[in-house]
């Protein structure tokens, strides 16, 4: 086992759930203070920085957090802890095995070539907190670089390490709404339905109906030639908990909407007006915002000169790219796992990716 494998294991074997990245942050500060590389705990995310006067400099961003498992009886091998992280058919399984540890390894093994010399520019590797959930830790580390260096640079890129098979480079996103609805009725007893007016899970099927109806009313209206449609998802379902025999009197439905640039800010007013005063909408987390990088930018062009067929996408899941468009940093995404076996049970990354991801980002960092 190469250390690149050997890396990959130990992390793939720390459970990371997000909010819960502490062990892992630790183990890479270990890493860090074991192999003299310059880092520092910035609000629970990690960053090496190699800082070189440069006028120019590039940011490398890979997340430590996991969504869970799923369900734990589809899993072939253990997902996290001591018997996890099994190589076979050179595919390394477990929890974030692509998304997004391979890609932490890549970063600490490119850091290391320049624990000894010079960097031609100046270099940050950020490992942060909760991409999953609300982006809080790219957030975070954002306010702190703005602080203390933005203002040092005359050009700034940033690559997120997210999963795309080193074959393609992703230059933008939808925006994202996870949101919550509540349909209320009538509580009763369940052998005595005719005498309950409305009925709260009834409801959420007609308040289901109207939105699939509107959502592709509002795909049609708010279609963006370079992020494409708009989406509106049902993730879950539920209604007050109680014994099997008592309607309930309310019940509530989660929903993915993603996002155009002309669709994100009316999202919320076009519901109330679809949907009615008396449904109630409350936000599961904070809006994350659409981002496109220009594909003529510097960052992409450098790309396509190192990998001249490399493919130019738009990713159809959300990252924190928008984060760093908000304060007008280019930023794309690349980075070493498979794309297609994220979020799923089974997850791996094939290992070979590792190194060669590591390769490009030392390819970028010289032409850049």
């Known amino acids: 086992m190469d250390l690149s494998q050997k890396i990959l294991k130990q992390l793939i074997q720390i459970k990371s759930y997000s909010g819960q990245e502490k062990k892992l942050a630790d183990f890479i500060m270990d890493f860090c203070k074991k192999n003299n590389l310059p880092a520092e705990n910035q609000d629970g995310n990690i960053i090496i920085k190699y800082l070189t006067n440069s006028q120019k400099c590039l940011i490398f961003n890979a997340h430590m957090d996991t969504i869970n498992e799923g369900d734990i009886n589809l899993w072939h091998y253990p997902p996290f802890g001591k018997e996890s992280a099994i190589i076979k058919d050179e595919k390394m399984y477990g929890l974030g095995a692509s998304d997004d540890k391979a890609s932490i390894v890549s970063l600490l093994l490119t850091a290391l070539a320049f624990k000894d010399k010079k960097p031609p520019l100046d270099l940050f590797f950020v490992f942060v907190t909760k991409e999953e959930t609300d982006g809080s830790g790219t957030h975070s580390f954002i306010y702190y670089f703005k602080k203390k260096y933005l203002k040092s640079y005359q ?8 999963p795309t098979n080193n074959n393609f480079v992703e230059i933008g996103h939808r925006g994202n709404y996870f949101i919550k609805i509540i349909t209320s009725g009538q509580s009763g007893h369940g052998a005595n339905p005719s005498i309950i007016k409305k009925q709260a899970i009834e409801e959420m099927f007609v308040l ?8 592709k009313k509002l795909q049609k209206k708010f279609f963006d030639k370079d992020l494409g449609l708009p989406t509106f998802s049902l993730t879950g379902i539920k209604s007050v908990n109680g014994p099997p025999n008592k309607i309930p009197s309310s019940c509530y439905s989660i929903w993915d909407i993603r996002t155009t640039p002309k669709l994100h800010e009316q999202l919320l007013t076009i519901l109330k007006e679809n949907l009615g005063n008396k449904i109630k909408i409350e936000l599961v987390a904070k809006p994350g915002s659409y981002a496109l990088t220009n594909p003529k930018e510097k960052i992409v062009q450098v790309f396509k000169k190192i990998i001249p067929d490399i493919k130019i ?24 796992g498979n794309k297609e076996k994220i979020h799923q049970e089974n997850e791996y990354v094939e290992v070979k990716n590792i190194d060669k991801a590591k390769s490009i980002y030392l390819k970028l960092i010289n032409v850049y």
């Open 155 to 162: 050009e700034i890129a940033a690559v997120l390490t997210e």
């Open 208 to 215: 289901y109906s109207k939105m699939k109806l509107l959502g």
């Open 313 to 336: 996408k738009i990713s159809i899941g959300s990252s924190d790219i928008w984060l760093f468009s908000d304060c007008e940093i280019h930023a794309i995404s690349f980075g070493p």
